[in-house]
């Protein structure tokens, strides 16, 4: 940490938190109605920021959210914030709200969208179960269809997400298997998921109804450099209960291994050798693979 006041971007301004503020009648806060990215920066290098940017310009594309700004104007948002917090390290949420409208759904009423960048850190499961491993738990909440609300947006009402972390709080566990409609495993709350089988990687399909994740795509491109067999395939319980490894992938999260869901104890145990592997490479990556601030 700097030890100076945090400094976010708040509709045009670089204010202080407590001069952070929105109005109760922005669409964001009375609907849900917006978009946002969680972005990683390492060694003052924000990791993939390129990716994160074409991400929230698609999310709003299909919401019909026009953000009103650039690209380059939207990238240069996130590094002047980043520069202005003066932190090595640091997790940056990025948030388009619909703006200020009245108190009907109407996204029409709402002339400009709100936008907000915040730096500061996130610390997502404790240190140890980097090192021992995960434990989840199926939802009975299942993943949104892609034919309500899409999951490959990423709009600002988490609900679908934030029930099944309640079920996994509640059972003593701090992340969820969720489920699409037909009982195939489609992500956890906040993180995408990989299975190791006979040398193989596999990870659900974008279009089953999931958020394509930047670190996902990320450790897909690793595991192709390095060799191994990717494949995007549906898969069922079954096959993580029987794989040789399990691991989620967040931009909070990182790569986090799991050793036991439902119950049952992932068969090598964790952190297996292939998530090891790919640990060590994303590593190497996040501090070069960016922008710079
Ligand atoms: N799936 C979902 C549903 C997510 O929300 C990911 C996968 C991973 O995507 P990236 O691009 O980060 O590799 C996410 C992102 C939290 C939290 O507090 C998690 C996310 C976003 C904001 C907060 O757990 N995850």
Do not use: W
């Amino acid at each position: 940490m700097s030890g100076t006041e945090m400094i976010i971007y708040c509709d045009g301004r670089y204010v202080g938190k407590e001069d952070a503020t929105t109005s109760i009648f922005d669409h964001g806060f009375l609907y849900g109605d917006g978009v946002f990215e969680g972005i990683r920066a390492y060694s003052r290098c924000v990791f993939r920021l390129k990716e994160h940017i074409d991400r929230v310009f698609e999310s709003a594309n299909t919401i019909m959210l026009d953000i009103g700004i650039t690209r380059e104007e939207m990238t240069e948002i996130v590094l002047e914030t980043s520069r202005r917090n003066n932190l090595d390290d640091a997790y940056i949420r990025l948030v388009v709200s619909r703006g200020v409208g009245d108190l009907g759904l109407d996204p029409l009423k709402c002339p400009k969208p709100s936008i907000f960048c915040i730096v500061g850190s996130i610390v997502l499961y404790p240190e140890e179960t980097y090192t021992q491993g995960l434990k989840v738990q199926t939802a009975s909440t299942r993943r949104n269809i892609p034919a309500a609300l899409n999951p490959r947006v990423k709009s600002l009402n988490y609900l679908n997400n934030i029930m099944a972390k309640i079920e996994a709080t509640r059972a003593g566990v701090m992340e969820a298997i969720m489920l699409t409609q037909e009982g195939y495993v489609c992500e956890c709350t906040g993180d995408n998921i990989f299975l190791i089988k006979n040398g193989r990687l596999l990870t659900p399909p974008a279009y089953i109804g999931i958020l394509q994740g930047v670190t996902r795509d990320a450790v897909i491109e690793l595991a192709q450099k390095d060799g191994i067999a990717v494949q995007e395939t549906l898969f069922t319980l079954h096959d993580v209960y029987t794989a040789d490894e399990c691991f989620l992938t967040g931009t909070a999260a990182e790569l986090i291994p799991v050793i036991e869901a439902d119950g049952r104890r992932i068969s090598e145990g964790a952190p297996g050798p292939v998530f090891k592997r790919l640990l060590q490479k994303f590593r190497d990556l996040a501090k070069t693979d960016g922008e710079t601030y």
